[in-house]
């Protein structure tokens, strides 16, 4: 929501402390969708992939989210790995 909204300071302050947490369920998935909304598409493959590997639990959800930026939503690299994961359309 804060890149979103071009609130890039605290979207970045989220990333930091996302990337620490160890307790989070979902942390790489949700570190995946920031660095998207932040404009970092290559980085938030890498978080993708390692949401997929690890099982987190909403990977399965990524095509649902609306709101994933289209620089994501047509990426080459992104398309192979929905493919891989076998959430292609």
């Not at 160890?22 to 404009?39: V, W």
Request: include cysteine; proline fraction near 4%; hydrophobic fraction near 40%.
């Amino acid at each position: 929501v804060y890149a979103a909204r071009g609130e890039f300071e605290k979207a970045e302050n989220e990333l930091r402390r996302l990337v620490n947490l160890s307790d989070c369920p979902n942390r790489r998935l949700c570190t995946a969708f920031l660095l998207a909304g932040l404009g970092r598409i290559e980085e938030a493959v890498d978080w993708f992939e390692q949401s997929a590997d690890a099982h987190e639990s909403h990977i399965a959800t990524i095509r649902k989210i609306p709101t994933a930026p289209i620089e994501l939503r047509e990426h080459p690299r992104f398309l192979e790995f929905l493919g891989r994961v076998g959430l292609a359309d």
